[in-house]
């Protein structure tokens, strides 16, 4: 599976962008798709995720209320709204998929075997 993110950019403190990822076949079943993004100088981190079938979405808690992520089955797409934005959320953002991901793994990138190539976030203040 090849995942294919987009929609990163420079964006001004207190704007919005969406982050779409685009999955080249189905997830289905018990997947999940996620976002994880790494700040310059600092550990990837998880942002958000979304089963695929039920579209039951995760956040980590710092962001909660900030960004949303959705899904479209119909065009294999996650997406990522992300609101507010302030000179801490830039970073690349990476998509990832997992086929069988469990709930407890679902905020452990290893839990995650596909990979987009990422996409820059700046946010200026």
């Known amino acids: 599976v090849q995942l294919q993110a987009s929609g990163g950019g420079l964006a001004q403190a207190g704007g919005s962008l969406r982050l779409s990822c685009v999955a080249s076949?189905?997830?289905?079943?018990?997947?999940?798709m996620a976002w994880f993004r790494q700040a310059p100088g600092k550990e990837r981190d998880f942002v958000a995720a979304v089963r695929m079938n039920s579209g039951s979405a995760y956040y980590t808690d710092s962001l909660k209320g900030r960004f949303s992520i959705s899904r479209d089955n119909a065009k294999n797409t996650v997406y990522l709204q992300m609101n507010s934005l302030g000179p801490e959320d830039t970073a690349v953002y990476y998509c990832?998929?997992?086929?069988?991901?469990?709930?407890?793994?679902?905020?452990?990138?290893?839990?995650?075997?596909?990979w987009g190539q990422g996409t820059l976030v700046t946010v200026s203040s």
């Open positions: 990832a998929g997992g086929r069988g991901v469990i709930t407890s793994n679902i905020y452990n990138d290893r839990a995650y075997s596909y």
């Open positions: 076949e189905r997830m289905s079943g018990q997947s999940v």
